[in-house]
Each structure stands twice: as structure tokens, then as C-alpha cells.
């Protein structure tokens, strides 16, 4: 589904949320009143534009339209969605939200980004607002907590899976939902062991990143304290370490007065920390690190992960099943790239490797069959680099049969940047293979009619250049 969204507040998450609506091809018209919004706006785009597509081995949707709007009114009219994102200040929201939901359609889903704020709070002034409460940056995490009318709740959940985010929908309203809760009680910890001497902010988030901040990327909380209770699970746990909890290791129903020398304590080892890099600097880093995590963990299809792969289940698969055959269209991610500035020659074969499996697929060989106890297996491959591709450039494959005889499969894929021009070739060669007795076989008679029928086609194309090189050979 697309539509229009329209988004009130265009500071960084009412950025992030145009990001992640315009990159999946709605329109968006966007009211703020601040001058420079437009700048800080763009500026979001970028990084989004950057690093979300690079999820991805699928394209997504072509880039929705994106409007400025001179007044709430022209920006909500005739919206879909409409997203609240102004300042965290209760009066602000209410007067905001009574006026969005004055003058937005009746059937318009009407949403806060509120952190904190209940919907019964935010609605004292006649709004209808759900909480749809989403993480920075929009546009990478999945998470948005939902908090309201179920039916309306309900109906955002649809929308929001369609964006490729994981809708949480609280079974009652409560301060801050549950995120911020728990965020709430590291942060009033982390603030008493900088006040108290004991950890520099430096340390502290050493402490969560090298540690249990990766593990709960992929299991959260209770999974984890899951496996340290053993093989006999959580009651074990519980039983060891419950007492913990009445032993005076926090101070969670304290925080350290927020004085104004404490406050720059903390400025100056934040500066000594990461003061060396500007804002955009640290959002590119961040962005770089969590495509590279979330792309790990859509590959064991573990949490996030696994919202990433149903969301591009989702989206169209790449290319035509005529001539030029294209089996692959991606942005390359930073992640594929190494010191010289451009894409690892692993990944040329990672690429060729996806083209692969969609050629397997066409043919009727793809997971299904394979759970049926056949495949093909990869026996030869040989690569040749051709030109560079970096970061962020679009990366497509174009496939042909060069031969099928029997067990055999020979595929060959040229690897095209977004002119056009080809910067590598993948040339392969696969066996069937009965998963059983793990020993070569002639594939089933529906897989092996499909690639005699495409065999015989693309058998008739002019050969590649290129093909049958062996290393070394001169041109």
C-alpha cells in the first residue's frame, strides 16, 4: 500500500519518518515552521538514501513525491497518515493534535511520535491520536510502539509492516510505553556511575556495546538470562540471581541532581569521547554499523532480521523473465566495500551468488524444492573484475544459460553498475544433487523441462564476452 503521509515536525525522528514513508513510495508533504527545516530535512534524506536501500536484495519502491506544506491545513489534507513529531511538551501536543485532527480526513490514521505522553493525555483537547512512538533512525530500526484505539491501532500495524517496521502494540497505555522504561532505568543508572566517579561515559558505553548491548540486538532481555540460567532455563536463573535484586546494586528510584557542574562533567567527557567527529560524521557511522548488523542478522533470520527479510518478501521481485535476464538489483552496502575504497572481491561473488539462487528459483529450484531433498550444488566459479563500484552505487546482474546437460547447469552473469556498464562477470557451474545421498542426479522432470525450455532460448543469444576465460588468459 502507498498513499499520502503527512508529517508535523521536521526535526530529526519527523525526518526520519518522511525518510521511511518517501522510501517506500508515498507521497509526503511535510509542515514545519521553522525556515532552516528544509535543510535539516534534506540532510536525513541523505543518510536515508544512503543506508536503508542497502538492506535490501530487492529494490525498493521508486521515491515517493515530497512536498513542503505552508500551513498544517495544506499538509494534512487529503493524508493517509499523519504524523505527529513536534517537541516533547504536553501543551504543544495537544493543541497540535486537536488542530490536525480538525482539519486531516475522517479516515486518516492520526499518530504521535510522543516518547513519554499517553493517548488519553495527548487527546484532553479533542485529538484522536494514536502513539506510534518509533526509534532513531526511522528509517533503519523497525521497532514503533503502538498505544490507543485497537481498531485504529490495528490498521496502523497493517500500514507500518508495509513500511518494512515492527509494530509493537502495548495492551494498555502507561508513561513512556515500554522502551523509554527500560532505556529510562539504564540511563538513571549510567547518570549516577558518571556523578559518582565510577565509569567515565566512555566506559559505560564500551560496557554496552561490547557486551550485552550485542546479544540483545539478536535475543532481547529474557532470552538471554534464558540461556545464562543453563539448562535448566529461567527458574534456574531466577533462582540464582534473584536475590541480586534486593542487594543495593542500583539506584533506580534516584537520579543524580542535574546541577550545572554535573551537567558539564558530562558535556566534557562526551566531547573527550567523540568530539572529534561532527553530528553528520557520527550519523553516517551509525547508520554504516547498524546496515551492516541488521544485514547480519537477516541473515540468520534472527530478530530484526527476520522483519527485514518478510519486508522484502514484500517488494517486487528484480527483473523481467526475457532477454536481458536480470537476477539481481541492489545498492551496494558499505559493509561490501574494504580499504581501497571500492567492492571486496568477495562480494563480487556474493553478488553472483544471489543471481544465482534467482535463476535457481526461476527454474523451480529454489527453497521449496530444496526442501523437497534436491539442489545444485556450485562446483566452478570464476570472476572477472572489470571496473570499480563503490558504496551506495546500484548493482545489477544480468544472467544466461550457457549450457544444460544432465546434472549440469552452466550460468554466466554480468555484473552492471547503474550506467550501465559492466564492472565484473560471475561465470558458474552447478550440479544437481539428491540432498539425501548427497550424490550428483538428474534434477525432477518438472525442474529439468523448465531448463530445457530456457536453455534452448538462451542458448541461441550471442555467447557473453568473456566467457570460458580461464585466469590469466590475455584478451
Known sequence: ???????????????????????????????????????????????????????YDRPLPPEGALTYAASLDDAVSGADWVQESTPERLDMKRGVLAQITAAAPETAIVASSTSGFKPSDLNAEGGRSIVAHPFNPVYLLPLVELVGASETCARAADILEGLGMFPLTLRQEVDAHIADRLLEAVWRESLWLVHDGIATTEQIDA?????????????????????????????????????????????????????????????????????????RELERKRDENLVGLLRALKQSKAGAGQVLLDHEARLPAVGPSDA????????????????????????????????????????????????GGFS????????????????????????????????????????????????????????????????????????????????????????????????????
Not at 550457457?402 to 550501465?420: M, P, S, V
Not at 552447478?430 to 525442474?447: G, K
Request: charged residues 15%; proline residues 5%; hydrophobic residues 45%.
Open 376 to 475: 545444485y550444488f556450485t562446483v566452478e566459479s570464476h570472476v572477472q573484475h572489470l571496473a570499480e563500484i563503490h558504496a551506495g552505487d546500484r548493482l545489477t546482474a544480468e544472467s544466461q544459460i550457457l549450457a544444460a546437460e544432465g546434472k549440469r547447469l552452466h550460468l554466466f552473469h554480468t555484473l552492471r553498475n547503474g550506467t550501465g556498464a559492466a564492472v565484473a562477470t560471475h561465470e558458474t557451474l552447478l550440479v544437481h544433487v539428491d540432498l539425501t545421498s548427497r550424490r550428483a542426479c538428474v534434477p525432477l522432470a518438472s525442474v529439468a523441462a523448465r531448463v530445457a525450455t530456457l536453455a534452448q532460448d538462451h542458448m541461441a543469444r550471442p555467447r557473453p564476452a568473456g566467457a570460458g576465460r580461464a585466469v590469466g588468459q590475455r584478451p
Open 324 to 371: 536481458p535476464w536480470v537476477t539481481l538489483s541492489v545498492q551496494v552496502p558499505s559493509s561490501w566495500t574494504d580499504y581501497n575504497g571500492h567492492m571486496n572481491e568477495s562480494h563480487y561473488l556474493e553478488a553472483g551468488s544471489k543471481a544465482t539462487d534467482c535463476v535457481l528459483d526461476r527454474i523451480g529450484a529454489g527453497p521449496d524444492y530444496v526442501a
Open 207 to 279: 560496557a554496552i556495546r561490547m557486551g550485552f548491548g550485542l546479544r540483545w540486538a539478536q535475543m532481547g532481555l529474557f532470552e538471554t538470562y534464558r540461556i545464562a540460567g543453563g539448562e535448566a532455563g529461567m527458574a534456574h536463573f531466577l533462582a540464582q540471581f534473584g536475590p541480586a535484586l534486593a542487594w543495593p546494586w542500583t539506584k533506580l528510584t534516584d537520579v543524580p541532581d542535574l546541577s550545572d557542574a554535573f551537567v558539564a562533567k558530562i558535556a566534557a567527557q562526551s566531547d573527550a569521547q567523540s568530539g572529534h567527529m561532527s553530528i
Open 1 to 55: 500500500m502507498t498513499g499520502k503521509a503527512a508529517i508535523i515536525g521536521g526535526g530529526v525522528i519527523g525526518g526520519g519518518w518522511a525518510a521511511r514513508f518517501l522510501l517506500n513510495g508515498w507521497t509526503v508533504a511535510i509542515f514545519d515552521p521553522d525556515p532552516d527545516a528544509a535543510r535539516k530535512i534534506d540532510a536525513v534524506l541523505i543518510n536515508a538514501r544512503t543506508s536503508m536501500p542497502s538492506l
